[in-house]
Every structure is written in C-alpha cells, then in structure tokens.
C-alpha cells in the first residue's frame, strides 16, 4: 500500500505565507505526476497545481504567481508554498500523486489521495 501524507497547514492572516508537504511512503516503485487540490466549504474540489517526475509545472491561475510546487523525488515528497495568502485561499488541501506500487506481488498503477490539511486565512 502507498500513503500520502500532509503537514504544514493552519492559520494565517491574509497577505502571509505557508508552506504545505505531502510524503509518500508504502512499496513505491515510481512516483508520476504529483498535484495539490484544495476544496473550500460548499465548494467541488479543485485542482491548484500539479508537477511532472521531470518538474514541469501547471497552476491554476487564481493561484499563478503566488503559489509554487516542487518535488524532491529521492525524498517521494512534494510541496506547496503559498505566499501573497488571500482569505479565497482557505479550503482543505489535498496532495494526489500517481503511482506506481507493488500491490499483491504485482506492480500497478494507483491514484493515491492524502487525508488533507486544513489552510485558514484570516482577513
């Protein structure tokens, strides 16, 4: 099994930063693609960034030019820090990683989820 998990959520007041990290740990043969969605109360979740194996990166634009994902493969860690926070940016947010894991003797690919953190930003 595979397990995502997050740290480095709370509270913070609007215009200050965090930085969020999502470890993967379990039978791991290759980690693929890593993103960070976030969902805010009564909201769908949302896709906020998402970074390759090679460390290209996507974001969406509400959060393009404040917020940067990294990874650190030798690590199966990736990051988010968020800086220029607005009180629009509290939600839960969650680490997604596409994995390949050894499950049952055999290698297969698994979406894998963390349990989320929560990010308040207080106006």
């Known amino acids: 099994q595979v397990q995502l998990v997050e740290s480095g959520g709370g509270l913070v007041q609007a215009g200050g930063s965090l930085r969020l990290s999502c470890a993967a740990s379990g039978s791991i043969g290759r980690i693929d693609t890593m993103a960070w969605y976030r969902q805010a109360p009564g909201k769908q979740r949302e896709l906020v960034a998402t970074i390759s194996s090679g460390g290209s990166t996507n974001y969406q634009d509400s959060v393009q030019g404040r917020f940067t994902i990294s990874r650190d493969n030798a690590k199966n860690t990736v990051y988010l820090l968020m800086n220029s926070l607005k009180p629009e940016d509290t939600a839960v947010y969650y680490c997604?990683?596409?994995?390949?894991?050894?499950?049952?003797?055999?290698?297969?690919?698994?979406?894998?989820w963390g349990q989320g953190t929560l990010v308040t930003v207080s106006s």
């Open positions: 997604n990683a596409g994995v390949v894991a050894l499950t049952t003797g055999v290698y297969r690919y698994l979406e894998v």
